[in-house]
Nanobody, 122 residues
């Protein structure tokens, strides 16, 4: 059964850090690009970061550049999103998604996880 399961969300103070994980199963993980997206209440889903199948190519939204880092471990079928210097505007549900082909920040992905809540508040 194909699954993407996000974990690592929670409540953190401004300036703090979290590391999200996306564990994949049921498909050829190392043939798929992975993207991280987020959606805040009342807002459209936004592309945050993406990584190619091999991990050799990454991309970030301008709003998170220099603060977030995406990585993957194909031996563990897992992608990570390290989030530092978190701001209240980073508050959202974070989703990971998988697609074959090029990694990009548009939400045109084939498989989606259920999401994990990230709340940045003092």
């Amino acid at each position: 059964q194909l699954q993407l399961v996000e974990s690592g969300g929670g409540l953190v103070q401004p300036g703090g850090s979290l590391r999200l994980s996306c564990a994949a199963s049921g498909f050829a993980f190392d043939y798929h690009a992975i993207g991280w997206f987020r959606q805040a209440p009342g807002k459209e889903r936004e592309g945050v970061s993406c990584i190619s199948e091999s991990g050799g190519s990454t991309n970030y939204a301008d709003s998170v550049k220099g603060r977030f880092t995406i990585s993957r471990d194909n031996r563990k079928n897992t992608v990570y999103l390290q989030m530092n210097s978190l701001k209240p505007e980073d508050t959202a549900v974070y989703y990971c998604a998988a697609r074959m082909g090029v990694a990009f920040l548009r939400p045109e992905y084939d498989y989606w996880g259920q999401g994990t809540q990230v709340t940045v508040s003092s």
